[in-house]
């Protein structure tokens, strides 16, 4: 049989104990050593994050691949908020009504801050509009040339009612108003003619006053049509001195807005529009347009949520970056579609749904625009609609506000399509290897919109400059959590753990949840027994009862091959 001594492995050599005087030597304790300031051991991912958010350029998203433990997503929120804060703000996002397709809500953007202020003055447009109108409706110029247009219809119609009663007095007959129209009536000695002289007239007599009469009716018809043309030109007139009127009120009101607004063309061309739909609306204004003043008998039926009147002039504020300082960045917990991509809301009222621009509600994408959204992939994934819908923003460079599903609704219903805002954002993944492989190699989109990989190792070298950087660590769990302090042998023991972990005695672990986890364990053992410090003890107990806890199907499998129930053959 061959010789096995060679194959034997002296005790000493199963673990690699730290040399407190090499490789501790700089400090007694955790008191003395500054906490870490980054990530630990990741100069590969660290390369790669920066080169990431350093492209400016389609498809350079980010994708932070490692397993769970390793820090890649403290790490992620907090490299690229510091970036973030270099950054420029971006622009606010309004939605305001298309006056010529209320169906298509316009996107306008503006400096950051300036949302609010437009919406801001937009009200106090309206407000003002609401006080100017019906004055400028009530001024002398107004009423004056009101009352022209109304006595000169009158005295036309009045001539030509005249002249129709006197043809038919010639022709023998008076002219009577019997509800709804005019009749013609013989005379006789100045006043209608009594049935029985009508009854006594030959039947020439009584066809030669037919057939005046039926001249007559015609003659009064062509009345009618005129008086009705000169009807429909007086209100002509009457509309087009209203918006007159309207126009030199509200004028000058929005007139303020354009100075203000000038060197942003959309605001100026949204203003125009907004001119010339108070102009035709103005009675808005001077009487309110609600049921009860169109038809006071009107029977009151139960309302929903009151309908602002002017609501098609207000500002519908989307992202307001007035407090952004640099770029945005947004952290999706929960990234359903709603939260990822907005929504578009609804009142319910009287059996039937109804929207406006004005309840166009945002998602983290549009929050994030001009910026940084970060999000986990396992939670992207799990919904399909999700997933492609991003991709789709991403590809297109357009947040695009659409309720889930409107395309497969078999009833349609009334809804609006808001303009699609330009999309500008660095989208950054966080996910463990599986799922990228599987990406990788399944979805031709995923390569062209993910270009980046930030890949984070499990393990790192061991040696000093890590081994100060584990002390650092430590002292930062410390601090932060206000923990007791670590000896340096209970700072030995934690590096010893650190290459188990790792299951090499020359490499360090960075799955740092599970370090963090026994540094907490450790510190409530030490605070337990009242020691000063957190010792080497503290540290391998807290390691002990850690296994303990976790390894009972271990345990069982060892019993069993004691028990020769599980038989293991070596060579």
Same mark, same amino acid.
């Given at each position: ?8 492995? /002296? ?14 030597? +700089? ?5 003395? &050593? ?43 929120? =907090? ?20 006056? =010529? ?10 400096? /950051? ?7 801001? *003055? ?59 129209? +005019? ?47 000169? #009807?429909?030109? =007086? ?14 009120? =509200? ?28 102009? #035709? ?27 602002? /009147?002017?609501?098609?002039?207000? &500002?519908?504020?989307?992202? !307001? ?14 990234? !359903? ?31 994030? !625009?001009?910026? +940084? ?32 599903? #409107? ?44 270009? &980046?990989?930030? *890949? ?106 004691? #028990? ?8």
């Amino acid at each position: 049989m061959e010789n096995t001594e060679r194959y034997r492995i /002296p005790l000493e050599r199963l673990k690699k104990a730290c040399n407190l005087d090499k490789e501790l030597d +700089f400090c007694s304790s955790t008191r003395e &050593v500054a906490p870490f300031d980054g990530v630990i051991g990741q100069e590969r991912a660290v390369r790669s994050m920066q080169f990431g958010l350093d492209m400016d350029a389609p498809g350079y998203n980010i994708f932070v691949v490692g397993p769970n433990g390793t820090g890649r997503s403290s790490y992620a929120n =907090a490299i690229v908020a510091r970036t973030a804060v270099d950054g420029d703000e971006p622009d606010d996002w309004c939605y305001l009504n298309n006056f =010529a397709n209320e169906d298509q809500p316009w996107a306008v953007s503006l400096p /950051p801050g300036w949302g609010k202020i437009f919406q801001k *003055d937009m009200d106090e447009l309206v407000t003002d509009l609401k006080v100017a109108l019906p004055k400028a409706f009530e001024e002398n110029s107004y009423v004056q040339r009101k009352t022209a247009i109304i006595t000169t219809l009158q005295q036309n119609m009045e001539s030509l009612y005249r002249a129709i009663d006197e043809e038919a007095r010639t022709e023998g007959f008076t002219m009577r108003q019997i509800p709804p129209r +005019f009749m013609f009536m013989p005379i006789k000695d100045g006043q209608p003619m009594p049935p029985e002289d009508f009854e006594k007239l030959t039947p020439e007599e009584r066809q030669s006053l037919d057939e005046r009469g039926r001249k007559l009716t015609k003659r009064l018809d062509e009345t009618l049509r005129t008086g009705q043309t000169l #009807e429909k030109d =007086a209100r002509t007139q009457m509309e087009e001195l209203e918006k007159q009127v309207a126009f030199s009120s =509200a004028g000058p009101l929005v007139g303020r807005l354009n100075d203000k607004y000038a060197d942003y063309p959309r605001i100026v061309e949204y203003l125009d529009s907004a001119l010339k739909d108070i102009v #035709e609306k103005h009675t808005l204004f001077v009487v309110p347009e609600t049921p009860e003043a169109k038809n006071p008998m009107m029977p009151q039926m139960p309302q929903g949520p009151e309908t602002d /009147p002017y609501i098609r002039y207000r &500002v519908n504020v989307l992202v !307001n970056n007035e407090k952004c300082t640099g770029q945005p960045v947004v952290i999706e917990p929960t990234p !359903n579609y709603y939260n990822l991509f907005g929504k578009i809301e609804y009142n319910s009222q009287m059996f039937s749904m109804s929207t406006d621009f004005t309840m166009i509600r945002p998602g983290a994408l549009h929050k994030a !625009n001009g910026g +940084f959204l970060i999000l986990q992939a396992k939670d992207i994934l799990t919904d399909a609609y999700v997933w492609e819908t991003l991709k789709k923003a991403l590809k297109h460079g357009k947040a695009v506000v659409e309720n889930i599903g #409107e395309q497969y609704r078999l009833v349609p219903t009334g809804t609006i399509k808001p303009e699609p805002i330009p999309l500008n954002v660095k989208v950054i993944m966080i996910s463990n290897p599986q799922i990228y492989d599987i990406l990788y190699t399944l979805d031709e989109d995923f390569q062209k919109l993910f270009k &980046v990989r930030v *890949d984070f190792d499990i393990e790192m070298p061991r040696n000093m400059a890590n081994i100060c950087q584990y002390a650092s660590f430590v002292t930062f769990v410390c601090r932060r959590d206000n923990l007791k302090d670590f000896s340096r042998s209970g700072l030995g023991k934690v590096i010893e753990y650190g290459s188990r972990l790792a299951g090499n005695q020359n490499k360090l672990s960075t799955r740092f949840n599970d370090v963090t986890e026994t540094i907490y364990e450790a510190a409530a053992l030490a605070e337990y027994e009242g020691s000063e410090y957190v010792e080497a003890s503290h540290v391998s107990k807290a390691i002990e009862e850690r296994k303990y806890r976790a390894h009972r199907i271990e345990e069982k499998i060892q019993e069993q091959i004691i #028990e020769k129930k599980m038989l293991i053959s070596t060579e």
